[in-house]
């Protein structure tokens, strides 16, 4: 039987939850669960943080999941709506959208329902992705408080696009230009991702919209999220199924990337990109095996990978293998795939098992199964 499984630590989601408490005291979290909990599964994780005051999704399907488990905080759509239908489902499932193009403006203002709705609006302070451009700003804000349906306490919102860069400029220019589009705008006030609730308190305001940072994960490039003094929440592990001593001058797997330097042994775990493992990882790619530190050899191909056990003499057909968990960053992982550790996590495939660890946080928190 295969064994690749993601552990996900329950407790370590809930205490990561708290620490984002303590680092903004006068904040409400929303806490940022798009990407079914950046891979770790929606329900668990919503579940696991059901102490937080909302839920940032990224689809109504994924608001529809929240509202499905009983759970009654606010859901806010982040990528907002953009077709007419939408809105009933927005308003059956109470869930704020962000409001960050004319186009909805439109749709909205054609809206026969005119039932209650609460939303979020979004200005573009220089990621130039979602929001509207500074001569637009007040207007649309005019515009929604026109409709008497729109709850008046709009939340007002912008989104950083450098908050983990060492150079602090950019974010600060975003600051200034958030601070000028709303200034005597009423309302609460939401900026900060998980870099700039770790790194800038002055833009916690009124919500901060962490993700990464309740999994335990970092978006600096030189520290991890345990580094930061979180806890990762996803272990991916498997087993070796096999060993083979080998030659020197043996070359291993696809291509024969890798040639044994000398006679050794090598382990065959059962992981690769079919598990989202990525084909990317250089052979040296750190892995655990039996608890120790060793490195993969060789391409990665679809369900294996082929690992130095040099190091790690007690190995035996069966230790367990870590790819990455609380003692091996997802973020070191990722970097020598040249990407993050969201899209690592987020990339765990489907036929990898999920089983959930550490305690519940309350005894009536119900066990959830996907
Ligand atoms: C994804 C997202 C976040 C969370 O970002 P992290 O880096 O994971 O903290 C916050 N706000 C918005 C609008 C997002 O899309």
């Known amino acids: 039987m295969r064994a690749t499984t993601a552990t996900i630590d329950l407790a370590a989601l809930a205490r990561n939850l708290e620490r984002a408490r303590q680092a903004a005291p006068q904040s409400r979290v929303l806490a940022v669960v798009k990407a079914d909990g950046y891979g770790h599964g929606l329900e668990r994780v919503a579940l696991a943080l059901r102490a937080a005051d909302g839920f940032g999704v990224a689809t109504l399907t994924d608001a529809e999941r929240i509202r499905r488990l009983g759970l009654r905080q606010r859901v806010v759509l982040l990528s907002g709506f953009d077709e007419a239908k939408d809105l009933l489902d927005l308003r059956a499932l109470q869930v704020d959208p962000v409001i960050h193009h004319e186009s909805q403006l439109r749709l909205l203002e054609a809206d026969r329902k005119a039932k209650p709705m609460r939303v979020w609006l979004k200005f573009n302070t220089g990621m130039n992705r979602l929001g509207f451009q500074p001569a637009e700003a007040r207007r649309s804000y005019e515009r929604l408080r026109a409709l008497p349906w729109i709850d008046p306490d709009i939340v007002l919102m912008t989104h950083f696009a450098s908050a983990d860069e060492p150079d602090a400029g950019d974010t600060l220019a975003q600051c200034e230009r958030f601070a000028a589009f709303t200034e005597g705008l009423p309302g609460p006030r939401s900026l900060a991702n998980s870099a700039a609730l770790q790194r800038f308190p002055a833009t916690h305001a009124d919500w901060v919209r962490p993700g990464g940072w309740l999994y335990g994960m970092s978006t600096f490039s030189d520290r991890s999220g345990a580094e930061l003094g979180l806890e990762?929440?996803?272990?991916?592990?498997?087993?070796?199924?096999?060993?083979?001593?080998?030659?020197?001058?043996?070359?291993?797997?696809?291509?024969?990337?890798?040639?044994?330097?000398?006679?050794?042994?090598?382990g065959i775990a059962a992981i690769g990109y079919g598990d989202g493992y990525p084909r990317a990882l250089p052979s040296g790619t750190p892995i655990l095996v039996a608890g120790r530190r060793a490195s993969t050899v060789g391409r990665v191909s679809m369900d294996l990978v082929a690992i130095d056990l040099r190091q790690v003499p007690e190995a035996e057909v069966g230790s367990e293998v870590i790819a990455w968990g609380p003692t091996l960053p997802v973020e070191h992982i990722a970097a020598a795939a040249g990407t993050i550790g969201y899209e690592l996590t987020c990339g765990v495939t489907r036929r990898v098992a999920f089983a959930e660890a550490g305690a519940a946080l309350s005894p009536q928190t119900p066990r959830v199964r996907s």
């Open 232 to 266: 990762p929440a996803m272990s991916l592990g498997t087993r070796l199924i096999a060993i083979n001593e080998l030659a020197a001058g043996d070359r291993i797997g696809y291509g024969g990337s890798y040639r044994c330097p000398e006679a050794m042994r090598v």
